[in-house]
């Protein structure tokens, strides 16, 4: 069974750092897109960064500049880096992992509190 585990998520002050991190258990088509998503109380889930297997690379508006995805297509793993952390970037982040075929798979969150 294919299974997204987070880590990493914590609590940091506005302008500091954190490095989430995903590990994804169970065979996958190889050929997927690994992304983070998070929700933040009250809102929708939202794309946050997305990395596909051949490398090719999304960010929403809100993280560019400041986000940093990457993968290990032989760990199946990705990550995300966070700098220059701001209040509204308060949420749960969510670790997905979307095949070319077959289901979409999600992790259970990681909290993210960035603190004035």
């Known amino acids: 069974q294919v299974q997204p585990v987070e880590s990493g998520g914590g609590l940091v002050q506005a302008g500091g750092s954190l490095r989430l991190s995903c590990a994804v258990s169970g065979s996958i088509f190889r050929i997927n897109t690994m992304g983070w998503y998070r929700q933040a109380p009250g809102k929708q889930r939202e794309l946050v960064a997305s990395i596909t297997s051949a490398g090719r690379i999304n960010y929403a508006d809100a993280g560019k500049g400041r986000f940093t995805i990457s993968r290990d297509n032989v760990k199946n793993t990705v990550d995300l880096q966070m700098n220059s952390l701001k209040p509204e970037d308060t949420a749960t982040y969510y670790c997905?992992?979307?095949?070319?075929?077959?289901?979409?798979?999600w992790g259970k969150g990681t909290l993210v509190t960035v603190s004035s």
């Open positions: 997905n992992v979307s095949p070319l075929i077959g289901a979409s798979y």
